[in-house]
């Protein structure tokens, strides 16, 4: 294991064998289970790196495929990598960009060398291979990075999804064999669409690649999130111990619940920004929609549960009109309350697992409003 990482299981449930953990990397240490906001562009969308920073936000995620179209991972690379270019000295996981040459592009070839393919910006073609999405990472400097994937949606049929987690291996052997610097550290991502046996193999296969962590991808891609549950379920017993273990896109609250009860350590998603932007809240109560007539005279907090600085200040009826207004202000702020309660709803499920009490903490999640999330 290379010495500027290290993962460390601090303790474990005796209700229901979540654990609680810390991961050590060069720009710092992650206290897991750990939500991780996405910043896709280099920026957690509308929020700061200090309003993160005052969130206790521990690390965030940028993506491979929108920074190489624009600015640039070469740009990226002379500002001094990521963390200078964003003000962001946290942290920084990078995915490899796979998912979003298969969901927004236009796709021209996918064969075994890599993918051809066209810019959703402005047409112009590309070419991604295993080695190019390695490249790329290196340039933007994230501490954690990703093997190159193919992942599929769900409904694929089980021979595409087989070649398809077939070639996922024979890339991450490529991803592997090029990656170089002591500063980074590879997350191999396991395949095979909803399928067990596919799972199951692509699992046993992948973890011999796997350094000090390692990925789940191709769930939360449409599936009911009971199907999502039984494959995390199966694959449960055959994680190794001694590694972080990530799943990815997936965040929703009842979903961090669940996912962390099942030994996940580590999670991400859009969701809690995008909602924001279109007027919606989670808060301890169930999802709220402030846009609505409703709160045009609400004049309490968004969530009198919540200390951060929109619950803080803010009434529904303020940041109702400042969204039906277009200000900026609401969704940013509506951003930021998210952002804030999802890191907070993984504070306490840690607590809830340091205490032995993380199997009552899923009951009464599970039977309270704020399930409704």
Not at 223 to 233: A, F, H, R, W
Not at 265 to 292: E, Q, W
Request: contains cysteine; neutral net charge; hydrophobic residues 35%.
């Amino acid at each position: 294991m290379d010495k500027k990482f290290d993962f460390k299981v601090i303790h474990t449930c005796k209700q229901t064998g979540a654990r609680v953990g810390e991961f050590t990397t060069p720009h710092g240490k992650i206290t897991t289970p750990v939500f991780m906001p996405v910043g896709t562009q280099a920026t957690v969308k509308s929020l700061s790196p200090r309003e993160l920073d005052d969130a206790r936000a521990s690390i965030i995620l940028a993506n491979t495929y929108h920074l190489y179209m624009r600015p640039g991972d070469e740009t990226v690379k002379k500002a001094g990598g990521l963390h200078k270019f964003m003000a962001w000295d946290k942290p920084i996981l990078t995915d490899s960009g796979g998912f979003q040459v298969f969901s927004l592009a236009e796709l021209n070839k996918i064969n075994n060398d890599g993918v051809t393919f066209r810019s959703h910006l402005d047409g112009s073609a590309h070419l991604f291979t295993p080695e190019k999405a390695i490249g790329i990472q290196k340039n933007l400097g994230a501490d954690i990075i990703m093997a190159f994937d193919q992942c599929t949606e769900y409904g694929t049929s089980y021979e595409d999804s087989k070649a398809a987690m077939e070639r996922t291996l024979e890339w991450l052997k490529r991803c592997v064999s090029c990656k170089t610097t002591d500063e980074q550290m590879l997350f191999p991502i396991v395949q095979g669409n909803m399928f067990e046996d596919l799972r199951m193999r692509s699992l046993q296969e992948t973890i011999k690649y796997a350094q000090c962590g390692f990925a789940i991808g191709g769930l939360s891609v449409g599936e009911p999130k009971s199907v999502m549950y039984d494959i995390l379920d199966k694959m449960k017993p055959h994680y190794p111990p001694e590694m972080p273990r990530y799943l990815m896109g997936v965040g929703s609250p009842d979903c961090l619940v669940e996912g962390f009860l099942r030994g996940i350590d580590m999670m991400d998603c859009v969701l809690p920004t995008r909602i924001a932007r279109n007027g919606t809240a989670f808060t301890s109560k169930g999802r709220i929609v402030v846009r609505n007539a409703a709160y045009k005279e609400d004049f309490t907090p968004l969530d009198e549960q919540c200390d951060c600085y929109c619950c803080t200040h803010f009434t529904k009826a303020y940041l109702r009109h400042l969204i039906n207004a277009d200000e900026i202000l609401g969704g940013r702020m509506l951003s930021l309350h998210n952002i804030s309660y999802l890191i907070k709803l993984t504070e306490r499920i840690r607590a809830a697992i340091t205490e032995d009490k993380f199997g009552d903490f899923c009951e009464e999640f599970r039977k309270s409003e704020e399930h409704k999330n």
